[in-house]
């Protein structure tokens, strides 16, 4: 006996196993972190190493070369990239995405500690760190205050706001952004250092000698025991100052006499603001499996807590929050899933006509998807945008199982049948049918879960998922679906359906049908005209995908924005603040600003740049306009930057789900070995592409034009003299490059003892002439009398890309997608390479290649995997082939109205831009604009890559009704054309009723409205527009295909028999 019949006799236990599944999921569902996007471990490993004082050439040679050397046997290594830069190393190692990440970072460490003894002494530790799926922070809290000093606030912050909110559920850790972290500055004079005859290293030497803290053991006598503490620790400034350095002429010199130490920051060059005050970011790390919006809640209750206990003058504000996006984009997700719910009842009961065939689905729709909430939890999954966005496409397909179902029981109960037994009889007939298409469906979405990048790993959970949701619903047409048709269903009685609803209804059906056979039958017999048209078909869809632009992810409004600042090389710290408050200038100037937070020189695990700034702006809820149009016109945002922040680069950044962080989605790398035409070749590449229109905010991020003081120390005339190499170079390094040669404990914890020049004495190249070195014989020597200077340009960091010297290009799109961008400039680029060079791609560039051929690699095989499914179920080679003839149909009607729908937006743009952009524009701009949407994002990408595979699965579930049911009649003797055609006038209203709720459930997501409709559209449009036309086609097509196929199988026999 099978499932279905068990369920029939026994109604009660097909209930609460179903029920079983309403409660499981809703469980489930209650305890499901949420978060925006799934959680996934990519396995890159980094590893930061800071060399004080070395410019980035010294640090490529001494540092980057010999760990890049010693890690690049490890096991799986993906691509390996650099960075040296001034006094700092990053090497990013990313694996296959199957190198388990712990193991990946052990070895990584084991090869990195074996070659620590070959780097320079004055290198401190590299730092190994695996990069964590949820790494990046969920919230910056701004700290702020007009009253108090930087210094002050990082103490704040990091001592007592951090501990406090480190105690919330679900936060990992806490980051300081733009902290002044406190430390002892000693500050040397070099006129009054040579006065009394003291130079730095001596300064080292007595540091190193009586600032020491070392266990002293115990005294013991026959009763007692003493413990021995030597207080050899300076605890305060003052005390540095008092630091005996030499004893000149019965006098002793101390530290007071030759600089003065004091409390300073660490870092004195980072600079960070809050609203144009003194502030300090604390960025939000949640764990792994945490509730973004739960952790985010409680991070502002925490800090409501805090408000009173705040010293006077401190707030807080949250500069950047991803709980409010994520919030506003489930929220919006799930009305979409009780939309698209409505609207598929809706279609139900227009077909049916029919309050009590609708509570069939009505009731069996919510099973399934509420039940695929106890799959997801089984899996580890969370609640987020795209396993949200699977169960909205889910209702649209879920529901044809339940449809089939009910028109087949309602057919029999039609024909006069009693409804238990008219179950039975449809239950008999079509549980193959709907066995078949939910394992064609599933085996389409199998490739998703099996790709090998990143961004591919995204879709595993909206694939099973979906997947989930598709097999929970078979599950319950088998068993609930049955039984609820055979006791709501009955055949309607006489006169029942006699008023002018029902009459209409019934005329409607009846003509469609009749139009139908009739069509079907001219088909029939010119099939070369339809295979024809069919073929025409595919052919525009191709067209029509050859005119569509490419991008990797489409441009969502998430209500904030990042703007760097870029000065010119050897700007400083002051000279970049001063361009970042013109940035500040002009945002405060647009009135959907909410707030901003401003850094320069920020430290990203090393001493942060000078010459660079950035900025987090975070828009008012419900504004009027939108991120896009605030950047966007001739005044916008965008435009001001880079035309009113004079003296440097400045532009915007929306951050996307993917993000490359501060970086443009545009990164173009160019590898040469030779630096100074690496560089020269770069900078002509920028001008080319600034040129070419379509980019904008082109740089380099590789130049040679950092000034740089060059020392040439003469060898011969040092030995004349006795000065060592190593003590020329040593007192440089910590006079101008500032070191820490000690350290100070306070309060439990232990800060830096930083020693330099005063900055009066190092402001210009002439200030080495007052530095003095000691010669063997104690003698000062003056470095003027052994060094050479000389000024030059030197690269301000040298970058490697799969261990190769590299320039990376980097840029935005201006009026096109990347995709376009970047095949424009890669074939205006290609010619003007050297012999020896090589063009790669980093960023969003690469990620929509990857994208493009996995997503290639996805299609092949789920069309194989569906052939082999297929072939399995109907125990047939040719059969699945007749099936599958609906998959090419549907890209015409893909294609076609994405592209259709990107020319309305192309319009809609111009007008737009017409009445809000040009001068006095007419009352008629208005008009036209308001008339003409703008749909952005209509472009093939990621999500639309996605539709189209969702499209492979749908389109089978027509093609499988018709044929699954020819074949019963043709084994019950009838003709191969007299089967087809009545197989598909009986299953033209199972097949429409599904077709057009499956375009009513995903039409929500098609036309996308609220946070993240961007994203959602594309994967909408993609499918609505397939499933009409495929659904159209199918009707006529697959009938035609399955005699041609017939009538050759039946020849191919007759040859047989003959032979």
């Known amino acids: 006996m099978q499932l279905p019949e068990i369920c029939l006799r026994r109604p009660v236990l097909a209930t609460m196993m179903n029920l079983a599944l309403v409660l499981f999921g809703a469980v489930a569902l209650a305890r499901l972190p949420v978060r925006e996007l799934p959680d996934i471990d990519p396995p890159i490993v980094t590893v930061t190493t800071v060399y004080p004082g070395a410019n980035a050439a010294v640090v490529e040679t001494e540092i980057t070369e010999r760990i890049e050397d010693a890690v690049n046997g490890v096991e799986g290594i993906k691509k390996l990239t650099s960075q040296s830069a001034e006094q700092v190393s990053n090497i990013t190692v990313e694996f296959d995405l199957s190198r388990d990440i712990d193991l990946a970072a052990q070895d990584v460490r084991d090869r990195v500690s074996r070659i620590r003894g070959q780097l320079p002494e004055d290198v401190q530790d590299p730092i190994v760190a695996k990069q964590q799926a949820d790494a990046r922070p969920v919230l910056w809290v701004a700290v702020f205050s007009d009253r108090y000093s930087p210094l002050e606030l990082t103490d704040f912050a990091e001592n007592t706001l951090k501990e406090r909110l480190q105690t919330v559920p679900g936060v990992s850790s806490i980051i300081t952004g733009g902290s002044k972290r406190f430390a002892v500055r000693i500050r040397l004079d070099a006129e009054r250092m040579a006065a009394h005859g003291v130079t730095v290293l001596d300064v080292a030497a007595a540091l190193r000698e009586q600032n020491v803290q070392l266990p002293s053991g115990k005294v013991e006598s026959l009763k007692r025991e003493l413990s021995i503490e030597t207080r050899g620790e300076f605890k305060s400034p003052e005390a540095f100052n008092e630091l005996v350095l030499r004893q000149d002429a019965n006098a002793l010199v101390r530290l007071r006499d030759v600089g003065l130490a004091e409390i300073g920051a660490e870092d004195e060059r980072t600079v960070a603001r809050y609203r144009s005050q003194p502030a300090v970011g604390l960025g939000i790390i949640r764990q792994s499996k945490a509730n973004t919006i739960a952790v985010a809640d409680g991070v502002k209750r925490e800090l409501a807590l805090m408000a009173p206990l705040l010293p006077e003058g401190v707030q807080t504000f949250v500069a950047y929050d991803e709980s409010v996006y994520v919030a506003k984009a489930i929220h919006e997700v799930w009305v979409t899933l009780g939309v698209a719910f409505l609207l598929v009842v809706l279609t139900i009961y227009l077909f049916l006509g029919s309050a009590r065939s609708t509570l069939v689905p009505a009731i069996t729709v919510p099973v399934s998807v509420i039940g695929v909430f106890a799959a997801m939890s089984l899996f580890g999954y969370s609640v987020n945008i795209l396993t949200m966005l699977a169960l909205v496409l889910a209702i649209g397909i879920v529901v044809d199982d339940s449809i089939v179902v009910l028109e087949n029981v309602y057919r029999h109960i039609e024909a006069g049948k009693p409804p238990l037994e008219a179950a039975f009889i449809a239950m008999g007939e079509i549980k193959f049918a709907v066995i078949a298409t939910t394992a064609a469906l599933v085996a389409v979405f199998t490739p998703l879960a099996f790709q090998t990048s990143v961004t591919g790993r995204l879709f595993v959970e909206f694939a099973i998922t979906l997947s989930g949701a598709v097999v929970i619903s078979t599950f319950v047409a088998l068993t609930l679906a049955p039984v609820v048709a055979s006791r709501v269903l009955r055949k309607e009685r006489p006169g029942e359906r006699s008023d002018a609803f029902h009459r209409i209804h019934d005329r409607l059906l009846e003509r469609i049908a009749s139009g139908y056979a009739r069509r079907l039958e001219w088909a029939l017999d010119h099939r070369r005209w339809v295979l024809a048209a069919a ?204 070191l820490d040669l000690s350290t100070i404990k306070r309060e439990g914890k232990e800060y830096k003892v930083m020693v330099q020049l005063r900055r009066e004495s190092r402001l210009t190249p002439d200030d080495l002439k007052r530095i003095y070195v000691r010669s063997r014989a104690g003698a000062l ?279």
């Open 535 to 738: 073929a025409a078909s595919v052919v525009l869809g191709g067209l029509f995908y050859s005119r569509l632009e490419h991008e990797f992810l489409p441009e969502e409004d998430k209500g904030r924005l990042f703007a760097m600042a870029i000065a010119p090389e050897g700007a400083t710290a002051e000279y970049t603040d001063a361009m970042v408050k013109q940035m500040e200038n002009i945002i405060k100037d647009v009135p959907e600003a909410a707030g901003w937070f401003s850094a320069v020189a920020l430290s990203r695990g090393g001493p942060g740049a000078g010459n660079q700034g950035l900025m987090f702006v975070r828009f008012k809820e419900g504004a009027k306009r939108s991120t896009q149009d605030i950047l966007a016109g001739p005044n916008g945002v965008g435009a001001r930057l880079f035309r009113e922040v004079e003296g440097a680069l400045a532009f915007a950044i929306m951050p996307k789900a993917i993000s490359g962080g501060f970086s443009q989605p545009f990164q173009m790398v160019i590898q040469y070995p030779d630096l100074p035409e690496l560089s020269a070749l770069s900078q002509r590449v920028v001008e080319a592409l600034q040129k070419s229109g379509t980019l904008r905010n082109v740089r380099s991020q590789f130049t040679m034009t950092k000034p740089e003081l060059r020392i040439a120390i003469e060898r011969d005339r040092a030995a004349e003299l006795g000065v060592s190499i190593a003590d020329v170079s040593r007192t440089l390094q910590i006079l101008f490059g500032g």
């Open 781 to 1059: 020597i003056q470095l003027s009398a052994i060094v050479r200077t000389s000024e030059g340009a030197a690269p301000n960091a040298i970058n490697r890309f799969k261990r190769l010297r590299a320039a990376t290009i980097e840029a935005t799109p201006f009026g096109v997608p990347i995709g376009t961008a970047a095949e424009k400039a890669e074939s205006l680029v290609r010619g003007m390479l050297p012999d020896g060079a090589r063009l790669e791609w980093d960023g969003e560039v690469a990620d929509l290649r990857e994208a493009g051929r996995e997503g290639l690699w996805v299609v092949l095989l789920a069309v194989l995997i569906t052939y082999m499914t297929l072939a399995a179920q109907f125990e047939s080679l040719v059969h699945p082939l007749t099936v599958m003839t609906a998959l090419p149909l549907g890209v015409v009607g893909s294609f076609g109205l994405l592209w259709a729908l990107g020319r309305v937006d192309a319009l809609g743009t111009m007008l737009y831009g017409w009445a809000h952009y040009a001068p006095n524009p007419p009352w008629i701009a208005g008009v036209l604009s308001a008339l003409v949407p703008r749909i952005p994002s209509m472009t093939f990408n990621l999500f639309s890559m996605i539709g189209v595979v969702l499209l492979l699965g749908m389109v089978t579930k027509n093609s499988i009704l018709i044929v699954e049911f020819a074949n019963q009649l043709m084994g019950k003797g009838r003709g191969a054309r007299e089967a087809v055609s009545e197989a598909a006038r009986i299953r033209l209203r199972p097949i429409l009723m599904t077709a057009l709720s499956t375009v009513m459930g995903i039409l929500p997501i098609a036309i996308g409205f609220g946070a993240g409709a961007e994203g959602r559209r594309p994967m909408g449009v993609t499918a609505v527009g397939g499933m009409i036309s495929s659904t159209v086609l199918t009707l006529f097509v697959v009938p035609v295909v399955y005699v041609l196929f017939a009538d050759w199988i039946k020849r191919w026999r007759r040859r047989g028999a003959r032979a």
